[in-house]
């Protein structure tokens, strides 16, 4: 069974600080995803890691994959409000395995 | 850029009542998947078509089914609804091999 897991699954986070949120799967998928959810909102993809090293950064946000270890992190670097949402990690050549998601919390 | 479209965005049913659910992909995708979310809960797979033909299959119940047409929407039926199918009910469509956009989702609510 495919699985996909994330950690943590409820993090509250001070603005300007840095943190990782962690996602292992379980298969030797070749895709790895990352997506944005508001509450009531739709997925927002965030990055799409193909490869082993692959690296990605946009803005606050970097993602990166480790396919040997079946690892990908997610790293916030000094948060600010607008990044509280939930984070999903998601695996899968076509259909998505999803993670629990985690849900950020980010205070002033 | 056009994104998804999905139509309704929300509906409300009855229990035993049927429902249906369209979702229009980005011009040129080819690909339509459908995910069911849950309150709380990760996005779970249910359905998905490539080129009109089912391509794979998750745990969808026997009461829904799926087609894609010749203008590459797709509609999900939903019959016999419980209250257990309240739920956001996503499309995300591709153009293989790129990654998948999620539509806005159509809120079900079953009474």
């Known amino acids: 069974e495919l699985k996909v897991e994330q950690n943590p699954l409820f993090l509250s986070m001070q603005e300007g600080k840095n943190y990782t949120i962690y996602c292992n799967y379980s298969t030797t998928s070749d895709r790895l995803y990352w997506y944005r959810q508001d509450p009531g909102k739709s997925l927002e993809s965030l990055f799409v890691l193909l490869s082993n090293g692959a690296v990605k950064q946009e803005g606050r946000l970097m993602a990166s994959l480790d396919t040997k270890a079946r690892l990908s992190t997610l790293h916030i670097t000094a948060a600010v409000h607008d990044l509280s949402a939930t984070y999903f990690c998601?695996?899968?050549?076509?259909?998505?395995?999803f993670g629990q998601g985690t849900r950020l919390t980010i205070n002033p | 850029a056009a994104g998804v479209i999905q139509s309704p965005r929300h509906l409300i049913k009855e229990k035993r009542e049927t429902a249906t659910l369209k979702c229009y992909p980005i011009?040129?995708?080819?690909?339509v998947y459908w995910y069911q979310q849950g309150p709380g809960q990760d996005p779970q797979f249910l359905i998905s078509f490539y080129e009109k033909m089912q391509s794979d299959k998750g745990s969808i119940p026997d009461r829904f089914s799926a087609q894609q047409f010749s203008d590459y929407h797709s509609e999900l039926n939903m019959s016999s609804l419980e209250l257990g199918d309240s739920a956001l009910y996503f499309c995300?469509?591709?153009?293989?091999?790129?990654?998948?956009?999620f539509g806005p989702g159509t809120r079900l609510t079953v009474l």
């Open positions: 998601a695996e899968g050549a076509q259909k998505l395995v």
């Open positions: 011009p040129r995708h080819d690909t």
């Open positions: 995300a469509t591709e153009r293989r091999p790129d990654t998948q956009y």
